[in-house]
């Protein structure tokens, strides 16, 4: 697993996706602090990654990344640390859509 601070190369995405899952990356955004984790077996193990770096729980957010794919198809906003019904997200996905969008520029800026 690994903090992305500053910029991770699409080829690096590329090489994690073929070395794990396949076709994509897990990833949780920190949508507070601008960065992400990346490479986890589990988006809860990125989850705690961040959370032991003094992130707040309710500013995470989990994803896929498809670094073969572009577009809409590069991100996936589906994971189970996304089920937040206190938060109002009663589902995988990230309803909110101004979240949604935060996390694609994070992403966007992050990954070159």
């Known amino acids: 697993m690994k903090i992305v601070q500053e910029r991770i190369g699409l080829k690096e995405?590329?090489?994690?996706?073929?070395?794990g899952f396949g076709n994509f990356v897990?990833?949780?955004v920190d949508v507070r602090n601008?960065?992400?984790?990346?490479?986890?077996?589990?988006?809860?193990d990125e989850e705690?990654?961040?959370l032991e770096q003094g992130s707040q729980q309710k500013n995470l957010w989990g994803i896929n990344l498809y670094p073969e794919l572009?577009?809409?198809?590069f991100i996936e906003f589906d994971s189970m640390i996304n089920l937040?019904?206190?938060?109002?997200?009663?589902s995988r996905g990230v309803d909110n859509p101004e979240i949604r969008e935060k996390i694609k520029v994070i992403?966007?800026?992050l990954v070159v």
């Open 34 to 44: 601008e960065i992400m984790a990346v490479d986890g077996e589990l988006h809860s």
């Open 48 to 50: 705690a990654l961040l």
């Open 26 to 28: 897990k990833a949780v």
């Open 107 to 109: 992403v966007n800026r």
């Open 84 to 90: 937040r019904p206190f938060q109002g997200n009663r």
């Open 13 to 19: 995405l590329k090489e994690m996706a073929a070395n």
């Open 70 to 73: 572009t577009g809409d198809d």
